[in-house]
C-alpha cells in the first residue's frame, strides 16, 4: 500500500456554516480520513493538521513552514496532499515550487468550493483525485481540481462560484482525470532532494496599472521600506510615460536597489518589454520582465529570491532569478 501524508491547512473543504452565518473553520471536523473512509483504499494516509485557517489568513511565514514540514517529512511518504482553501491557494502552491525545487514525488494541493458536508459538495472528488495523484503524479506542487491537475506555480484562481475554480491560462494541465489519466508532455522529470532553504523577504508590494494610478502613491511605498515590487502592467508590459508616468518612479526604485519586476493583467500571452514604447521606457527604467507568470507566482519568487539576496545586490539577484524558470513557472 502507497503511503500518504495528508496536511490540513483550512479552507471551505472542512468548514462549517453558510446561509445567513458566514462559512468558518470548524475545529470538529479536522479528521478528513474518518469523514472520507474511501480514501484508505488509496493509500495508507497519515493525517498532520498544520492550521485551520481561511487561507485569506495565510501568511508568507505559513509557506516557509507547510515548505519545511513537507520537505523534512516527503523521504518518509510516496506523496504529500495538502488541503488548502482556495483563495490564496495558488501564491502557497508557488512558493511551495520554489521552496522545493528538488522534488522526486507529487506534492498535491486540493480543496473545495463547498464544504465537505455539504450534498452537492467537490470536496469528495477533489480528495479522491489529489490522493490518487499523491501515488501515480508527477513530482511537482500540483494543484487538483475538478478533475484536473495543475503546475502550481501556474495556477490561479478564476471562479468564484463555478466547481472549476482553477486555471492555468499559459500551461496546459499537467494530467487530466477522465476514466483514466491522462499526463501532459511538460510535466517535470524527478529532480534531486535540496537542502530547504526558507529565507523569504515579505517586504514586497504588488499593484497594478490603472488610468489615473498616481506614481506619488508608489513613490511613497518605496519610501517606507518596500525591497521588491511587481507591477501588473497593461498588455504586454505598458506603463503610462505620459500622463502620470511610471518612469521616473521605476527609476527610483532601481537607485534604491529595490526590483521592479513586470508581469501582465491579461492571464494569456506574454509580457514583450520590446514591444511598445511604454515597456520599452519600463525596461530602459530598470524594470525586469516575468515573461508569462502570474502574478502570484512573481511575487513568491521574488520574496525568495530577495530572502537570498546580498543587501546591496536585490536588483542584480531579482534579474538573474526572473532570467530563467525554477519550477516551470515561465514559458
Ligand atoms: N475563503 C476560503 C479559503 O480560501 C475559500 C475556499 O476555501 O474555497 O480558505
Redesign the pocket.
Known amino acids: 500500500m502507497p503511503k500518504l501524508l495528508l496536511v490540513h491547512t ?4 472542512m ?1 462549517r456554516g453558510g446561509d445567513p452565518a458566514p ?1 468558518a ?1 470548524d475545529v470538529y471536523t479536522q479528521d478528513l480520513l474518518s469523514e472520507l473512509p474511501v480514501l484508505k483504499k488509496i493509500a495508507d494516509i497519515e493525517t498532520r493538521i498544520f492550521s485551520n ?5 495565510m501568511q508568507p511565514h505559513h509557506w516557509v513552514s507547510l515548505g519545511e514540514l513537507v520537505h523534512e517529512s516527503l523521504p518518509a511518504y510516496d506523496g504529500v496532499v495538502i488541503v ?6 495558488a501564491y502557497t502552491a508557488s512558493a511551495l515550487a520554489f521552496l522545493l525545487p528538488g522534488l522526486d514525488r507529487p506534492v498535491v494541493m486540493t ?3 463547498k464544504p465537505l458536508g455539504d450534498v452537492r459538495t467537490d470536496a469528495r472528488s477533489n480528495l479522491v483525485d489529489a490522493c490518487h495523484l499523491a501515488v501515480v503524479g508527477p513530482p511537482e506542487v500540483g494543484i487538483v481540481f475538478d478533475s484536473r491537475l495543475l503546475r502550481g506555480c501556474r495556477a490561479t484562481k478564476m471562479d468564484a462560484w463555478g466547481m472549476s ?1 482553477f486555471g492555468s491560462p499559459a500551461c496546459p494541465p499537467l494530467a487530466e482525470l477522465g476514466l483514466g489519466v491522462q499526463y501532459g508532455p511538460h510535466v517535470l522529470p524527478k529532480r534531486a532532494r535540496q537542502a530547504f532553504d526558507g529565507r523569504l523577504e515579505a517586504r514586497v508590494l504588488a499593484t497594478r496599472t490603472f488610468p489615473g494610478l498616481d506614481p506619488k502613491l508608489i513613490s511613497g511605498a518605496l519610501d517606507s521600506g518596500v525591497r521588491g515590487m511587481v507591477i501588473e502592467a497593461f498588455g504586454a508590459g505598458n506603463i503610462p510615460r505620459i500622463e502620470n508616468s511610471l518612469v521616473s518612479v521605476i527609476e527610483k526604485a532601481r537607485a534604491m536597489d529595490v526590483p521592479v519586476v513586470i508581469v501582465s493583467q491579461c492571464p494569456r500571452g506574454s509580457v514583450d518589454l520590446t514591444r511598445y514604447e511604454g515597456g520599452v521606457a519600463a525596461s530602459g527604467a530598470g524594470a525586469i520582465s516575468a515573461g508569462d507568470m502570474t502574478t502570484e507566482a512573481a511575487l513568491a519568487k521574488l520574496m525568495i529570491a530577495l530572502g537570498r539576496a546580498e543587501s546591496d545586490g536585490r536588483v542584480r539577484t531579482a534579474r538573474e532569478a526572473f532570467a530563467r524558470s525554477w519550477a516551470g513557472e515561465m514559458g
Open positions: 483550512g479552507g471551505t473543504l468548514m462559512l473553520p485557517l481561511d487561507s485569506s489568513d488548502h482553501g482556495t483563495d490564496t491557494m480543496g473545495a468550493q475554480a
